[in-house]
């Protein structure tokens, strides 16, 4: 049984009735009592599965934001290098 707990002293059942936070919390322990150890310990691993997996996502964004970013000054380099060599560079006197 699903519980959304409100403002107040009430809490939302599943089928949308309201309880007593305490219903709430005594059918959240029934519901955890009649889970098996084994479907628990699943979910833990899918959560944290989940979590390293987007960890990861971020992860490879920011690596590919950073060579980007690392590609567009080598570039900038390059062009003003090229742009120096073309105007003959710094003029001896």
Known sequence: MTTEVTAGNRA?????????KAAAAAAVATTAAATP?????????AKKAEHKAAKK????????????KKAERKAAKKAAK????KSGGKKKK
């Open 82 to 85: 090229k742009a120096k060599s």
């Open 37 to 45: 150890a084994s479907e628990l310990h699943r979910k833990k691993h």
């Open 57 to 68: 996502a971020d992860s490879q964004k920011s690596a590919a934001k950073k060579a980007a």
């Open 12 to 20: 939302r059942s599943a089928d949308g009735r309201f309880i007593s």
